[in-house]
């Protein structure tokens, strides 16, 4: 299978190219050889199956519990609730905010750094508070990662308002924000407690946001990035305690 890849692609096996194989190459009945177009049709088959081969040895599908002990090997591969795969999402998702502020301020610096709009929050966007437990002094891992999933999902309709005007960057932090949510639930002993919002509450939230003047929204994106930074920063701080 290796070995229809790296050819497909265009590449040599080390299997073949060492000679280990080539003598039974040889003996093998050899068809008609491919043509330029039949090759060209191969490789984005032949890459995709190999793109999905490097995704499964990266994240590999969870061990049930007590089956881990027949296998040893699997105590070598990635957890997925890893500090390394958490770190990773917040970070891609901070490139995400920055980015959409790059295309709202350009160069303008006092614009990206703006703590006016922060004064007159009418938002109810989630933040961090002493008793969150997510802070170093009081720190309570279950009450802070209830905290920090919920206040996540509740961030989702923020995000959706943000597709009006950054679509992209707007989908691709909300993927994120949901594949932090999932990785930090399996570290929740009670995730069926774990509160999602009213559709009826967003979808009014939303609608009242997309009727705002231009000015408004502007602030309002701004407001919504810099609260999401905030809360994605307590989020990496109270991770890297667990």
């Avoid at 080539?22 to 009945?29: I, Q, T």
């Avoid at 390394?84 to 160069?107: A, Y």
Wanted: charged residues 20%; glycine residues 4%.
């Amino acid at each position: 299978m290796l070995d229809f890849f790296l050819a497909a692609c265009g590449l040599e096996s080390s299997h073949t190219a060492g000679g280990s194989y080539e003598h039974k190459l040889r003996k093998m009945p050899q068809g008609p050889p491919l043509t330029s177009h039949q090759r060209g049709a191969f490789r984005p088959v032949a890459f995709s199956l190999g793109l999905l081969l490097v995704m499964a040895t990266a994240f590999p599908i969870p061990v049930p519990s007590g089956e881990d002990s027949k296998d040893d090997t699997n105590s070598n591969r990635p957890q997925l609730t890893s500090p390394n795969q958490t770190e990773n999402l917040i970070k891609s998702i901070f490139l995400e905010i920055s980015e959409v502020r790059n295309k709202m301020c350009g160069n303008d610096d006092s614009c990206k750094n703006s703590k006016e709009v922060l004064t007159e929050n009418n938002l109810n966007l989630p933040k961090m508070a002493e008793k969150d437990g997510c802070f170093q002094s009081g720190f309570n891992q279950e009450t802070c990662l209830m905290k920090i999933t919920t206040g996540l999902l509740e961030f989702q309709i923020y995000l959706d308002y943000l597709q009006n005007k950054f679509e992209e960057n707007a989908k691709a932090m909300q993927m994120r924000t949901k594949a932090l949510v999932q990785v930090l639930k399996q570290k929740v002993k009670n995730p069926n407690e774990i509160t999602t919002p009213d559709p009826t509450t967003n979808s009014s939230l939303l609608a009242k946001l997309q009727s705002q003047s231009e000015w408004l929204q502007t602030t309002t994106i701004h407001l919504i990035l810099r609260s999401l930074e905030d809360f994605l920063q307590f989020t990496q701080r109270a991770v890297r305690i667990m």
